[in-house]
């Protein structure tokens, strides 16, 4: 590859876990001119910052996604340029709750060099520190541009001159790309705007930020007409505020069952929990204080709300969603045309023509951190190093052709609809964890002889014991403190040091090994 071919300046978007990582993993190469990390908060950490005060609480748009609610900023005509500060909405703050803890155990949620300061599952306020302090611990920190937000993402082509190489795309000119950033400046209370230009960029901006609500009759009048009666998860932060409340609760997954649990405290009981289907740890009847409904069919002007069986609820004080986040990229191409197409897939509810949840086969300088549903930040980890590997030119296996790279994700396609998933959901039990990561793996290789580069972590006997073993929820009739057998009886470390925390925490259990989707709680 020609000198002028290369990959020498990499812009990463978002300092959460997986721009730390990233950040690590192309340091550790030691190979690129100029890294920065872009990051719209006052410091590190990502979603695991804790804003104690979510307000204001947006209106609910039912149904609606990103491209409506979470629109691209006006860019001054000229650059750089200095104005007042943005008051459009940017969904910045956090989900985080009070009680929030990580639902992963640490082994296998930590990156590989570093353990988080204790678990198996940590308050919230151990992975945001755990995060900031990675920074430090790599030296990367000063890589960090803060209380910078990237507004617009352009692909920049030179005309073609060389032959095909990794930092072209298909028309054979070389790719560059124009970040369009909007720092706000807290002395002077203004926005600073400014462009720069980089080789390659890394998406790594999470997908826990604009709250989604679906569709239901009735349900955006009925929000109108009580204010402040219907939020999402996004914006609660304790029980305290329902005392003595009729509250009913949408949604069971991870947060629906927290919520639902520390409700069922201070709320009038029961709490009502609107259920599509019985989650993994719901046994044969609602734990006390919960009373369990079907989905929501309809809300009426009087306030009533209908369910799906014919039974009402009369006199509901509050309704909380928790439904989840949409994922949202307002900085593709705000300009629109020059990237040549969208990025993400919102009817499909998948990234646009990618590649192992992972590369762009349009974009060879673009790729993307931490958006599928698996081990976290762990599995963040092997992304991080196949895309410096691929970047600096040292990857072990190249990335296969652009027909079998097509073939993968119509492939995928059809697999996640005949089974009924998500695009980007990876399982465990089914396999597809082990495959992903050592496709990784593959394309990342070793380091280079004098030490530079990361090294794909090994997944471990330890790892795998704590995924199948370690539940932060307990599941009904699947074992307890004192029920640990067949597989769990196995003598190892991380059996005996689990072992002996479980008997001083009686937050989590450990479990015989279940033949399902062990990430799905994720």
């Known amino acids: 590859m020609g000198d002028d071919k290369r990959v020498r300046s990499v812009a990463v978007v978002g300092a959460g876990a997986a721009g730390a990582i990233t950040a690590a993993a192309l340091k550790a190469e030691n190979y690129f001119e100029r890294i920065q990390v872009f990051e719209r908060r006052e410091a590190a950490g990502g979603t695991w910052i804790f804003d104690p005060d979510p307000k204001p609480s947006l209106a609910i748009r039912p149904g609606r996604l990103p491209p409506d609610v979470d629109p691209p900023l006006e860019i001054p005509k000229e650059l750089p340029q200095v104005t007042a500060p943005n008051q459009q ?17 640490d082994i296998a949620m930590c990156f590989s060099d570093r353990r988080f300061a204790y678990g198996p599952f940590a308050p919230h306020h151990v992975p945001r520190q755990y995060v900031e302090n990675y920074f430090s611990h790599h030296k990367t920190d000063d890589l960090l541009v803060l209380n910078t937000t990237v507004e617009d993402i352009v692909k920049l082509q030179d005309p073609p001159s060389f032959p095909s190489s990794s930092s072209q795309n298909q028309s054979g000119g070389r790719e560059r790309w124009q970040l369009t950033l909007r720092q706000y400046d807290p002395a002077r209370h203004v926005d600073v705007w400014w462009q720069e230009t980089f080789d390659a960029v890394i998406l790594a901006n999470g997908h826990y930020s604009v709250p989604y609500i679906p569709h239901v009759p009735g ?13 999402h998860s996004k914006y609660y932060r304790s029980p305290l505020p329902f005392a003595g409340q009729r509250v009913l609760v949408v949604g069971n997954s991870a947060s629906g069952h927290d919520l639902a649990a520390e409700l069922a405290s201070t709320a009038s009981p ?3 929990q609107s259920r599509r289907r019985p989650s993994r740890w719901d046994g044969d009847a609602p734990p006390p204080g919960i009373a369990w409904k079907p989905a929501v069919r309809s809300y009426l002007a009087s306030g009533r709300i209908e369910f799906a069986d014919g039974t009402y609820a009369d006199g509901v004080d509050a309704v909380v969603y928790c439904t989840g986040y949409a994922a949202s990229f307002p900085f593709w191409d705000a300009g629109k045309g020059a990237n040549g197409g969208p990025l993400w897939d919102y009817g499909a509810g998948r990234l646009a023509r990618a590649y192992w ?8 300088t673009l790729g993307i951190v931490g958006l599928p549903r698996a081990l976290t ?11 410096a590997r691929l970047f600096s030119g040292r990857n072990a296996a190249p990335l296969p052709p652009d027909e079998e790279q097509g073939k993968w994700e119509r492939d995928r396609l059809d697999l996640v609809r005949r089974r009924g998933t998500k695009f980007h959901d990876v399982q465990w039990e089914t396999g597809e964890t082990f495959e992903w990561l050592e496709g990784l793996f593959r394309i990342a290789g070793l380091g ?3 030490g530079e580069g990361r090294i794909p972590p090994a997944l471990t006997e330890e790892l795998i014991w704590a995924v199948e073993h370690i539940r932060k929820y307990p599941e009904p009739g699947k074992g307890g403190k004192d029920e640990v057998k067949n597989e769990t009886e196995r ?10 925390a479980g008997a001083r925490d009686s937050d989590w259990v450990l479990v015989e090994r279940q033949h399902k989707d062990l990430l799905a709680f994720i």
């Open 270 to 272: 029961p709490v009502l």
């Open 491 to 500: 003598d190892t470390p991380m059996s005996r040091e689990m072992e002996q």
């Open 219 to 231: 349900l955006e009048e009925y929000a109108q007409k009580f204010p402040g009666r219907v939020m």
């Open 448 to 450: 280079t002889l004098k």
């Open 377 to 387: 930040f762990r599995s963040f980890e092997y992304q991080a190093v196949a895309l």
């Open 89 to 105: 909405e940017r969904f910045s703050k956090t989900p985080i709750y009070n009680s929030l803890t990580t639902n992963v155990p």
């Open 357 to 364: 949840h992972t590369f762009f086969r349009d974009h060879a």
